[in-house]
C-alpha cells in the first residue's frame, strides 16, 4: 500500500488556482459572456484554462482605495 501525496497535493493546488482565477474572473469588469466562457474553460480545462486565464484573461477590479 503506497501514499501518493504528490499527486493529492498536486489536484490541492490545482483546485485552490481554479478557485482563485475564478473568483478573479467573476470579479473582473468583462461582459457578462466573456465571463461565462472563461468559467467555462477554466472547470472544463482546469491546468490549461487556469494558465490561458493567467496569460490572458480578464482581471477583478484592481482599484487600490486610499
Same mark, same amino acid.
Given at each position: 500500500? !503506497?501514499?501518493?501525496f504528490g499527486g493529492g497535493l +498536486? #489536484? +490541492?493546488l490545482v483546485l485552490i488556482a481554479d478557485i482563485w482565477a +475564478?473568483?478573479? $474572473? $467573476?470579479q473582473s469588469g468583462a461582459s457578462? #459572456? !466573456?465571463k461565462?466562457?472563461?468559467v467555462?474553460?477554466?472547470l472544463l480545462l482546469p491546468i490549461l484554462g487556469f494558465l490561458a486565464w493567467l496569460l490572458f484573461g480578464p482581471r !477583478?477590479?484592481?482599484?487600490i482605495r486610499a
Open positions: 500500500m !503506497g501514499f501518493e +498536486l #489536484g +490541492l +475564478l473568483i478573479n $474572473v $467573476v457578462t #459572456g !466573456g461565462v466562457v472563461w467555462l474553460v477554466i !477583478g477590479n484592481t482599484k
